[in-house]
Structures are given as C-alpha cells and as structure tokens.
C-alpha cells in the first residue's frame, strides 16, 4: 500500500482535522505517516519539496505552486479574525513600522499581512508559542501571535495593538486565508483526490464527533481548558475548512493579488485546488 507523508502543525486546530485520519476512523486508502511539525517548519520542508502532503501557511504557497497543489479542503480562513499584534502597553498603529516586532517566521501569512499593514518594521523571527514572553522580556517591542495566542494574550499581560483580522475584514469583506494544505503534484490525479477526499472526511467525522475530536486536540492546546480549545478549534475549522468554495478561492485571490500590488510577492501563484 502507497504511503504519503501528511505535514501538520501540533496545533488544536490541526489536530482536530486530522484526528479521524491519524486514529483509523477514515478509511484513506493509503498509510499515512503524520509529520508534526510548527508551521514555518512546514513552510521550508514544503519549499524543499520534501511531503506529499503537507499544510503550509498561504502566503508559503507562491514558493511552491510549481511543486504543490491547493487541497480543497483543510484550509484555516478567520471571519472577522486573525493574528493579532500585541504589546506590554499600548502603541498608536503609526509607529508599530518603528518599533521591533517579534514574527512567528517569514513565510507564515502573519507576517504578510504585517507587512501588507504596518510597512516593514524591524523583526525578530521567534517560536510562536514564545513571542508573548519576547514582548514580556523586552526582546521586542511588539508580538504577532497566531494560534491560541489570539485568546489568550490578556491572560498573559498584554495588550491588543492591533487585530489584522478586522483590518482585513474591513478591507476585504472576505474570510482572511491563513493557512492551506496542499499536495505534491507530481502525484498521479487518482491519488490526489483520494487524499483530497480523505481529509474532508476526517474533517467531517471531527465536526461530528466534537467532544471526542476535541479530547485528542487538547493534548496539542499547550495547557489551555476544554472551553478555550473548543472556541480556538471552532474560530478555524469553519464551513471553509471543508471546501474552499468560491469565498475561499476569492479570498486566496485577494491575498496575492494585495501582496503582489504591494510588490510583496513576486508573481500571482494558480488556484487550482483538487
């Protein structure tokens, strides 16, 4: 039997997609090897080429699109929300360009979208589940959380400066697209689709099953409670989770048609998820 390498973030969101694929309740057809890896892992080991199948951050996706394909379903699109910067006290949005900002990597969309908002500040690229205690220590002046970070920065002391969600939002009138999974394509058409449809099953069982999923997607929370991890998890496994549908393709559209305006990137990658 065929193997493929599945790249995922050990994040609750992730792990509650895949928890039907990794614990047998979904027949793929395949053996699956699971590859947890933090996102801007993903991002270079996807530039390299290296999974068949691997979720990747969307702003990653135009170093790739030679490579990889869109997935249709699996993608993280925020409605209204989305990373967040935050800081000890709190800075007018004209000055955040001066003052150093702690990224969670370069390729993920959050910094994109930093850089499509607040120009190009100095940055610092740390761990994501880190840059709280980097603004806390001083290391930086400013932090751009994703994940459960977004919930749960107040707890921690800080300071929301910025919701690049709501900018978005305001702007675009579209869910932000943060995160996608995508497949190689020099896999044959029969096989893509047989993941493709694997992951929208598995995403289907969760959704149906969402205490048991959520159960297996707590151990990824890094100690947040059952409500905080059901509120994160629901925030990015939405309708467009399950199929990217036309919003999603327009939201993917307007990201790169944005970033390549702002000569952020260098070329408008095919939407042509599978």
């Not at 977004?150 to 690049?164: E, F, P, R, S, W």
């Not at 996608?180 to 449809?197: G, H, M, P, T």
């Not at 409500?227 to 559209?253: D, H, I, K, P, Q």
Request: aromatic fraction near 8%.
């Amino acid at each position: 039997m065929t193997t493929i390498r599945i790249g995922h973030s050990p994040d609750p969101d992730d792990a509650f997609m895949f928890y039907a694929l990794s614990h047998g309740k979904v027949d793929a057809g395949f053996t699956i090897e699971h590859c947890l890896e933090e996102i801007e892992a993903l991002n270079r080991r996807a530039i390299g080429g290296e999974l068949e199948v691997t979720a990747i951050s969307a702003a990653a996706y135009v170093l790739i699109a030679d490579r990889y394909r869109i997935l249709d379903p699996g993608a993280s699109m925020g409605v209204g929300y989305g990373p967040i910067l935050v800081a000890r006290e709190w800075i007018p949005a004209d000055e955040i360009e001066e003052r150093v900002v702690a990224i969670p990597g370069s390729y993920t969309t959050a910094s994109l979208l930093l850089r499509l908002y607040c120009g190009d500040p100095p940055v610092i690229e740390v761990p994501f589940d880190k840059i709280p205690n980097a603004v806390l220590e001083g290391q930086a002046d400013v932090g751009l959380l994703i994940h459960e970070g977004q919930i749960t920065y107040q707890a921690m002391g800080l300071v929301k400066i910025m919701d690049l969600g709501q900018r978005w939002r305001e702007e675009a009138d579209l869910p932000m697209p943060l995160g996608i999974n995508v497949v190689r394509r020099d896999l044959n058409e029969a096989v893509a689709r047989s993941i493709s449809r694997a992951l929208r099953e598995s995403i289907l069982y969760a959704q149906s099953h969402i205490d048991e999923a959520l159960e297996y997607a707590m151990r990824f929370g890094r100690g947040i409670d059952k409500e905080t991890c059901r509120r994160f998890v629901s925030m990015y496994v939405n309708e467009y989770t399950v199929t990217l549908g036309e919003t999603g393709r327009r939201a993917l559209e307007h990201l790169y048609r944005q970033a390549f305006a702002r000569k952020l990137i260098r070329q408008i990658p095919p939407i042509d998820p599978v």
